[in-house]
């Protein structure tokens, strides 16, 4: 089974910068990224990245400001937050969805919030 643990989270002033990171206990052979779930919100789509291959996907609000990263060695992935807007605001998920076990885990959250 695959664990994952999300940290970076925080409190900051609009237009400012977080780097989220999650750590995973075992391998990752799939399609990493991050979701986020605000106040009132369903949880949707932020950003997503291939293991290997490193191909990447956007959500189209965040495009631009965001950027997912990967590390194998280190088994963790990153999520470079720049330019931060109140609507930022959210619980922010790691995700992993195994290619081999067709199977999705999830990691606790980490909160951030953007102050105006």
């Known amino acids: 089974q695959v664990q994952l643990v999300e940290s970076g989270g925080g409190l900051v002033q609009s237009g400012g910068s977080l780097r989220l990171s999650c750590a995973a206990s075992?391998?990752?052979?799939?399609?990493l990224g991050w979701y986020r779930q605000g106040p009132g919100k369903d949880r949707e789509f932020v950003a997503t990245?291939?293991?290997?291959?490193?191909?990447?996907s956007y959500a189209d609000s965040v495009k631009d400001r965001f950027t997912i990263s990967r590390d194998n060695a280190k088994n963790t992935i990153y999520l470079q937050k720049n330019s931060l807007k109140p609507e930022d605001t959210a619980m922010y998920y790691c995700?992993?969805?195994?290619?081999?076990?067709?199977?999705?885990?999830w990691g606790q959250g980490t909160q951030v919030t953007v102050s105006s």
């Open positions: 990245i291939t293991w290997n291959g490193g191909t990447t």
């Open positions: 075992g391998r990752t052979v799939g399609t």
């Open positions: 995700n992993a969805a195994l290619w081999f076990s067709n199977t999705n885990y």
